[in-house]
């Protein structure tokens, strides 16, 4: 007996095994997307800090990057907390996408909308940003949304000190 060609296409196209196949095949294609290697912040500084009223601000840091990954990343949106004396005082969002080239390093401009939640939480950020503790008593968390090939990630910063953070990036340029 002789299964002709057809006959087996049209079998794996059968709606049983269609969906197999199908399921296969959209597995196989993002499998093929893997799991970006973390960049390395190489530098950061903050380029421009603007008030635009009194419920928020405008802050822009300019970052050197090395992407290891063969492949792009696109940072499509970022949202941050910002934590004082165990009360949200604001909220960090990235303004614009940032593309980082695949194995390059690159400098890019990071955008922050800095949103308040009340006046009352400006003027007490106002008061500390005069002392030289601002660092110590601030701290952050939140999410980070980014696009490797095909896929969509999230990465979760867990709620820590801005100084811990601070100190975790000099002591890996320091390091290097």
């Known amino acids: 007996m002789r299964i002709s060609h057809s006959a087996i296409v049209s079998s794996l196209l059968s709606p049983g095994w269609g969906r197999l196949v199908a399921i296969a095949l959209v597995l196989a294609f993002f499998a093929s997307c ?6 390395e912040l190489q530098s950061i500084r903050v380029q421009r ?10 802050l822009e840091f300019e970052a050197r990057v090395y992407n290891p990954n063969p492949k792009s990343i696109k940072l499509e949106h970022a949202n941050l907390q910002v934590w004082f ?16 080239p695949p194995k390059s390093s ?8 800095i949103a308040l939640r009340t006046p009352a939480d400006a003027l007490r950020l106002g008061m500390l940003a005069t002392s030289q503790s601002l660092a110590s008593k601030l701290e952050l968390g939140g999410k980070v949304h980014l696009k490797y090939g095909c896929w969509p990630y999230t990465k ?9 953070i601070i100190e975790q990036y000099d002591s890996a340029r320091a390091g290097s």
């Open 34 to 39: 893997g799991m970006p290697t973390s960049v």
């Open 49 to 58: 800090f603007l008030p635009i009223d009194s419920a928020g601000w405008q």
């Open 85 to 100: 004396a165990d009360s949200q005082v604001a909220t960090m969002a990235l303004q614009q996408e940032v593309f980082l």
């Open 106 to 113: 690159t400098s890019v401009q990071l955008p922050l909308a």
């Open 156 to 164: 979760r910063l867990k709620r820590q000190p801005l100084q811990q």
